[in-house]
């Protein structure tokens, strides 16, 4: 650590922003702010340039209809009073928090009988479902680095979505056994030309919603079998004779794949045809996938939930212990069919993520919510509770999209009077036993 | 406050202090073993009951990324295995990959009162203190994999191994790991271009060094560093027909090196590597020739990794071997390469009693076990959950305590294999003394915790309380008893308080986490830290600064000092 | 002129930098606009910039078109996520708890006179019915 004059620099910085958690950030702050982030790309400048912007400074509930600024103590018992009165509350969001708040998640969830949820579930929840019947093929980020000679990014735009993928940890990295871009060959499949597929060796435009019989297609020519159609996902067959050529002739090849796969038609039947992909091309040379996670935790929530409770995402405790069926004890099902009296949302912003009638239902109900900023979802809170962020005014554990877990620094103070996501979860939680001890 | 304890008139079972069932009182003070107690101390009424140590089990893979991967693959292990919250404990899921909650309390319920996790990859070993920090009531520690490392087959091919001693120092205080796991050395580093080692004296790819290379340096930084356990191998070929001939030459690739009076390395799950045969279909036990070999020797000990006849997971760091046992078997498979240092596999099994080479496994296990002579020397695991569940412990108690039992279960296997079998023949039969020895005393002395395992004069107070009378019951004649009483302690003690009672948990406390705050002299460490700062990001995508883990990360960190007392 | 077209909606870079002020114009900017094929663009008879309505059986809700620069990709429109396309996604998961917010079919028509909705607005209307 430098110091000049009033200024700080903090070197070796995780970022808070998308599942890269790139950790060599260089932070200069002064004066209690942030002057600027070294190796940070633009979502993560935006990030750190957001710690001012709308901020929420003090708690609030809505009384009579009107939201009244309150204290934490009031919010805090508002709070827990609606969750121990619920029937069947939705904790949801927990993707942009810390391990260590995750884990009180959990525990308030259990303690409420309700359900907790992360945005695994709108993301990469497919993918997840698709593991439990196939398993995967995959590997830590360093690996891809020192080995891949081919690298495919299906369904997913890391230039926007993932700045610094390509040049940290794949086509653009340098590696022991690959020298950087030279060594390395670039296939895009996606439905339009983007930014990535710009960079790429081989673009692959395909339909939309066609991703299952294009990789089936691959999947078929590796076991011999015959195309009997002339066109598969909008593009002549024999093309995908020539993929899986190209496939099965690398030394090391990855797939990363994104919401393109998770969200189109199919869903995690898309993911399992990748997944058997990738399995199936292993008898013949080395090849692995890894999905893209958006958020700097998300992985972080599926492994904190699922070593508390076996499960990864959409924990139901009504019963008592936990029960996992997504699209029954999902969020997004939750909401539109109107089953949840109650929730509290942390780290999200549910009301405008979420399709429409799912939102409406949302908030018809009372919604606490946790947060650092303004969002959708508060403008429509019953209480609203002002939180620091995690990554820049409070530390916490945080896992990458290959599960390498990442510790969180503290670069400055939090606005005055701001508590962390930790603090208030567990004076929400402690609330809740005395009131249900009293009851 | 009366922190004091009397267990009163049990018939104690400590093989450490040749203790053998005699009746008497045991003091508590301060979570110790002490001479006596005051007046005023809390009585437990032991009469006629089974007083042991706490259980120390040396090799249960609890915690960390792949058996939270495996837990995520296989939502429907969970599924009927649940446990509800009390207003003492938490919810939570088990059978074979429990959720950490229900493994802390699953394992107090048996009355063990110490776990290792052996296997985390140095990278993610903070995701394995998370779960070590969410498992309750047990005392733990995790064993960090250096097989693969790339950092230790440079310095080692280079025959630097003062460095590579500086290099393992700095891992363990970074990761806060205690000792030294080698699995598949070589094979995983070769995996990760999708090959593998298949003997001692092959060369692993692009690093120009030898299984024996790796396993004697490390056994040579083990001298080092004293480290309070020895090295703990995976051999290369697990779950190959016919791999006994190199477990055997592993075993002896390191004899020149062992000191007196101490082991030079241990032989993980043993069973899984002692085949005879050429392929599945002639496969035969090898433990005889195992067993032999351990018996002639003084630097080796085992573990059995007892096969139980149930679904279960197999996880392990050898990632070529689950490649090739998804290929057999067609389960799914689930896979993760970490960088610069080693892997994981995971793939869901069933064993079955009908088949034949299950059952040949199961009889390897019971058989090494009944033809090694020493019991100081071969511990009993399920290396768990790859060979069955740690709650199945009580049945291979029984198994080992009476011929009738494997008698009882031998009539429901693939009687082909029974036959080609030795055990039938084999009338051993543990008694009391050697099971506590199996399962708490030896194991805590071969792990260098001297204060557990046995409940001796300042040992931790972590005692187990059987309801079965070693003097009156025959284990041999009424295993069904002894294996009941093994389920549900009647007393768990963990530090002094009780925490089971009937089976119950009755109290929840937070265990501690052990590992080994190894050091080298200051010259040798700055040269490290040169070496380290040039290599490391060329290896890793973190950073060094977030590699290293704090001490304050661990719940309760307990540092053993190398070499020294505790 | 109107078009039969399927919405992928999805991250952009613009709508990552604004999503932590969500009530901003720069938020507006970045999320309620519809990237839109050039060749498109010409079929509907409108310019860059000028606003279309998008509707399905779930809803209908009125974007700035813009030119895409990922063309081309005829008869698919690119929308980044937010509550403004959240009005035509549907939240039938199919059983596994992924609402279908990509591969959406929709009609676009050009919106000659009317107004992209501020977010304050679109909330009023949509979830209070207002």
């Given at each position: 650590m430098k110091i000049l004059s009033d200024e700080l620099v903090i070197k070796n910085v995780v970022c808070p922003f998308c599942g890269c958690c790139c950790d060599d950030l260089e932070i200069t702050v002064s004066k209690n702010s942030i002057v600027s982030a070294k190796n940070a790309c633009a979502l993560s400048q935006a990030k750190f340039g957001s710690q001012k912007e709308e901020r929420i400074s003090t708690p609030r509930e809505r009384i009579d209809g009107k939201p009244l600024e309150t204290n934490y103590e009031k919010a805090i018992r508002h709070s827990a009073r609606i969750l121990a009165e619920a029937r069947y509350p939705l904790l949801w969001g927990w993707s942009c928090t810390s391990?260590?708040?995750?884990?009180?998640?959990?525990?308030?969830?259990?303690?409420?009988?309700?359900?907790?949820?992360?945005?695994?579930?709108?993301?990469?929840?497919?993918?997840?479902?698709?593991?439990?019947?196939?398993?995967?093929?995959?590997?830590?980020?360093?690996?891809?680095?020192?080995?891949?000679?081919?690298?495919?990014?299906?369904?997913?735009?890391?230039?926007?979505?993932?700045?610094?993928?390509?040049?940290?940890?794949?086509?653009?990295?340098?590696?022991?056994?690959?020298?950087?871009?030279?060594?390395?060959?670039?296939?895009?499949?996606?439905?339009?030309?983007?930014?990535?597929?710009?960079?790429?060796?081989?673009?692959?435009?395909?339909?939309?919603?066609?991703?299952?019989?294009?990789?089936?297609?691959?999947?078929?020519?590796?076991?011999?079998?015959?195309?009997?159609?002339?066109?598969?996902?909008?593009?002549?067959?024999?093309?995908?004779?020539?993929?899986?050529?190209?496939?099965?002739?690398?030394?090391?090849?990855?797939?990363?794949?994104?919401?393109?796969?998770?969200?189109?038609?199919?869903?995690?039947?898309?993911?399992?045809?990748?997944?058997?992909?990738?399995?199936?091309?292993?008898?013949?040379?080395?090849?692995?996938?890894?999905?893209?996670?958006?958020?700097?935790?998300?992985?972080?929530?599926?492994?904190?939930?699922?070593?508390?409770?076996?499960?990864?995402?959409?924990?139901?405790?009504?019963?008592?212990?936990?029960?996992?069926?997504?699209?029954?004890?999902?969020?997004?099902?939750?909401?539109?069919?109107?089953?949840?009296?109650?929730?509290?949302?942390?780290?999200?912003?549910?009301?405008?993520?979420?399709?429409?009638?799912?939102?409406?239902?949302?908030?018809?109900?009372?919604?606490?919510?946790?947060?650092?900023?303004?969002?959708?979802?508060?403008?429509?809170?019953?209480?609203?509770?002002?939180?620091?962020?995690?990554?820049?005014?409070?530390?916490?554990?945080?896992?990458?999209?290959?599960?390498?877990?990442?510790?969180?620094?503290?670069?400055?103070?939090?606005?005055?009077?701001?508590?962390?996501?930790?603090?208030?979860?567990?004076?929400?939680?402690?609330?809740?036993?005395?009131?249900?001890?009293?009851? | 406050m009366n922190d004091e304890l009397i267990i009163r008139n049990g018939i104690v079972v400590d093989p450490a202090n040749d203790i053998d069932r005699e009746v008497m009182d045991i003091a508590?003070?301060?979570?110790?073993?002490?001479?006596?107690?005051?007046?005023?101390?809390?009585?437990?009424?032991?009469?006629?009951?089974?007083?042991?140590?706490?259980?120390?089990?040396?090799?249960?893979?609890?915690?960390?990324?792949?058996?939270?991967?495996?837990?995520?693959?296989?939502?429907?292990?969970?599924?009927?295995?649940?446990?509800?919250?009390?207003?003492?404990?938490?919810?939570?899921?088990?059978?074979?990959?429990?959720?950490?909650?229900?493994?802390?309390?699953?394992?107090?319920?048996?009355?063990?009162?110490?776990?290792?996790?052996?296997?985390?990859?140095?990278?993610?070993?903070?995701?394995?203190?998370?779960?070590?920090?969410?498992?309750?009531?047990?005392?733990?520690?995790?064993?960090?994999?250096?097989?693969?490392?790339?950092?230790?087959?440079?310095?080692?091919?280079?025959?630097?191994?003062?460095?590579?001693?500086?290099?393992?120092?700095?891992?363990?205080?970074?990761?806060?790991?205690?000792?030294?796991?080698?699995?598949?050395?070589?094979?995983?580093?070769?995996?990760?271009?999708?090959?593998?080692?298949?003997?001692?004296?092959?060369?692993?790819?692009n690093f120009g060094i030898t299984p024996r290379e790796i396993i004697r340096g490390l056994?040579?930084?083990?001298?080092?560093?004293?480290?309070?356990?020895?090295?703990?191998?995976?051999?290369?070929?697990?779950?190959?027909?016919?791999?006994?001939?190199?477990?055997?030459?592993?075993?002896?690739?390191?004899?020149?090196?062992?000191?007196?009076?101490?082991?030079?390395?241990?032989?993980?799950?043993?069973?899984?590597?002692?085949?005879?045969?050429?392929?599945?279909?002639?496969?035969?036990?090898?433990?005889?020739?195992?067993?032999?070999?351990?018996?002639?020797?003084?630097?080796?000990?085992?573990?059995?990794?007892?096969?139980?006849?149930?679904?279960?997971?197999?996880?392990?760091?050898?990632?070529?071997?689950?490649?090739?046992?998804?290929?057999?078997?067609?389960?799914?498979?689930?896979?993760?390469?970490?960088?610069?240092?080693?892997?994981?596999?995971?793939?869901?099994?069933?064993?079955?009693?009908?088949?034949?080479?299950?059952?040949?496994?199961?009889?390897?296990?019971?058989?090494?076990?009944l033809l090694v002579k020493d019991p100081w020397r071969i511990y009993m695991t399920t290396d768990h959950p790859n060979a069955g569940p740690f709650t199945a412990y009580p049945r291979v108690i029984s198994w080992l305590m009476s011929k009738k039992a494997r008698e009882n279960t031998m009539k429901r296997l693939n009687q082909g294999a029974v036959k080609k079998s030795n055990l039938p023949s084999l009338d051993r039969e543990y008694s009391f003394a050697e099971m506590a020895t199996v399962t708490r005393a030896a194991t805590a002395r071969a792990l260098g915790l001297k204060d557990k395992g046995h409940l001796g004069i300042g040992a931790d107070a972590d005692v187990s309380i059987y309801g079965v009378n070693p003097k009156e019951v025959d284990p041999s004649n009424d295993y069904r008893a002894v294996r009941k009483a093994m389920r549900r302690a009647a007393y768990t003690i963990k530090e002094g308080e009780i925490v089971v009672r009937d089976g119950e948990i009755v109290k929840v406390i937070e265990g501690k986490t052990f590992w080994a705050d190894a050091r080298v002299p200051d010259d040798m460490e700055m040269k490290l830290q040169s070496e380290l700062s040039e290599k490391f990001q060329d290896y890793y995508t973190i950073q060094a600064e977030n590699y290293v883990i704090a001490e304050d990360y661990l719940a309760r960190s307990a540092p053993i000092i190398p070499g020294g007392t505790r | 002129m109107e078009l039969k077209a399927i919405v992928v909606t999805g991250r952009s870079l613009a709508q990552g930098r604004a999503k932590e002020k969500k009530f901003t114009e720069e938020y507006r900017q970045a999320v309620a606009i519809c990237e839109v094929d050039p060749d498109d663009l010409a079929s509907l008879g409108i310019q860059a910039g000028q606003n279309v309505r998008l509707a399905n059986s779930k809803g209908s809700i009125v974007l700035k078109a813009v030119k895409s620069s990922q063309a081309p990709h005829r008869g698919i429109v690119f929308v980044a996520y937010g509550p403004w396309i959240n009005v035509l996604t549907d939240s039938d998961s199919d059983g596994t708890g992924m609402p279908t917010l990509k591969g959406i079919e929709a009609e676009v028509e050009p919106a000659p006179g009317e107004e992209v909705q501020d977010l304050r607005g679109l909330l009023r209307k949509n979830l209070m019915g207002r």
């Open positions: 391990c260590e708040a995750q884990k009180i998640g959990v525990e308030l969830a259990e303690e409420v009988g309700g359900v907790i949820d992360n945005t695994t579930s709108t993301c990469h929840g497919p993918g997840l479902l698709a593991v439990h019947d196939i398993g995967e093929s995959s590997c830590t980020l360093g690996e891809v680095r020192h080995r891949a000679d081919l690298i495919i990014y299906w369904g997913c735009n890391p230039v926007h979505a993932h700045p610094r993928h390509m040049r940290r940890y794949s086509v653009q990295s340098e590696g022991r056994f690959r020298k950087g871009r030279k060594e390395r060959k670039m296939i895009v499949v996606d439905v339009r030309n983007t930014a990535t597929a710009k960079m790429a060796d081989e673009f692959i435009q395909i339909e939309p919603n066609s991703d299952y019989e294009a990789l089936t297609a691959i999947r078929m020519c590796l076991k011999g079998e015959e195309l009997e159609q002339e066109k598969i996902a909008g593009l002549p067959s024999t093309r995908f004779e020539q993929l899986m050529d190209e496939l099965i002739n690398c030394d090391y090849g990855v797939i990363f794949f994104g919401l393109g796969l998770t969200m189109s038609r199919g869903k995690s039947r898309n993911i399992d045809a990748a997944l058997s992909l990738v399995r199936d091309l292993n008898s013949k040379t080395k090849f692995l996938i890894m999905p893209m996670r958006g958020h700097f935790n998300v992985a972080g929530a599926n492994e904190v939930f699922a070593w508390q409770t076996g499960y990864p995402f959409a924990i139901d405790f009504s019963q008592g212990y936990p029960q996992y069926n997504p699209g029954d004890t999902s969020g997004v099902d939750i909401a539109a069919r109107g089953d949840c009296d109650a929730a509290l949302v942390i780290a999200s912003d549910p009301i405008s993520n979420f399709p429409l009638d799912a939102a409406k239902n949302l908030s018809s109900i009372p919604i606490m919510t946790i947060d650092p900023h303004e969002t959708v979802t508060t403008s429509v809170s019953e209480v609203v509770m002002p939180s620091t962020m995690v990554g820049i005014e409070d530390e916490g554990t945080v896992y990458r999209m290959d599960g390498v877990p990442l510790m969180l620094k503290k670069l400055i103070e939090p606005p005055e009077g701001v508590l962390p996501d930790t603090e208030i979860l567990s004076a929400i939680l402690k609330e809740v036993r005395a009131l249900n001890r009293g009851r | 508590i003070r301060g979570g110790k073993i002490v001479r006596k107690a005051s007046p005023s101390a809390k009585i437990i009424d032991a009469s006629g009951m089974l007083v042991m140590p706490g259980g120390v089990d040396i090799h249960s893979h609890i915690a960390g990324s792949k058996t939270n991967a495996a837990r995520v693959m296989r939502p429907e292990d969970h599924v009927r295995d649940f446990e509800r919250k009390t207003a003492l404990t938490r919810s939570g899921v088990g059978h074979s990959i429990p959720s950490t909650f229900t493994t802390g309390y699953r394992y107090a319920r048996m009355g063990y009162t110490t776990v290792i996790e052996p296997a985390t990859p140095p990278m993610k070993t903070r995701h394995t203190h998370e779960e070590l920090n969410d498992i309750p009531i047990i005392d733990k520690a995790c064993f960090p994999l250096f097989g693969n490392n790339w950092h230790v087959m440079e310095y080692l091919e280079k025959g630097d191994v003062d460095g590579c001693a500086a290099y393992i120092a700095w891992m363990l205080r970074s990761t806060k790991g205690y000792a030294i796991k080698i699995v598949n050395p070589g094979g995983v580093e070769a995996w990760h271009w999708g090959g593998n080692i298949r003997g001692l004296d092959w060369e692993v790819p056994c040579k930084v083990n001298k080092i560093l004293k480290l309070p356990h020895t090295i703990h191998v995976h051999p290369n070929n697990l779950g190959k027909p016919g791999n006994y001939l190199n477990t055997i030459k592993t075993m002896d690739c390191v004899k020149d090196l062992a000191e007196e009076g101490r082991a030079a390395i241990h032989i993980t799950h043993c069973q899984f590597t002692s085949f005879k045969g050429e392929d599945w279909s002639t496969l035969r036990s090898g433990a005889e020739e195992i067993a032999n070999y351990v018996n002639k020797v003084k630097h080796v000990t085992i573990d059995m990794g007892q096969i139980i006849f149930t679904a279960t997971t197999t996880m392990t760091a050898d990632g070529p071997f689950e490649y090739i046992l998804h290929q057999l078997q067609g389960r799914k498979w689930h896979n993760t390469d970490v960088e610069a240092e080693t892997g994981a596999g995971i793939v869901p099994v069933v064993y079955k009693r009908k088949n034949f080479v299950n059952t040949t496994q199961w009889a390897i296990g019971l058989e090494l076990a | -």
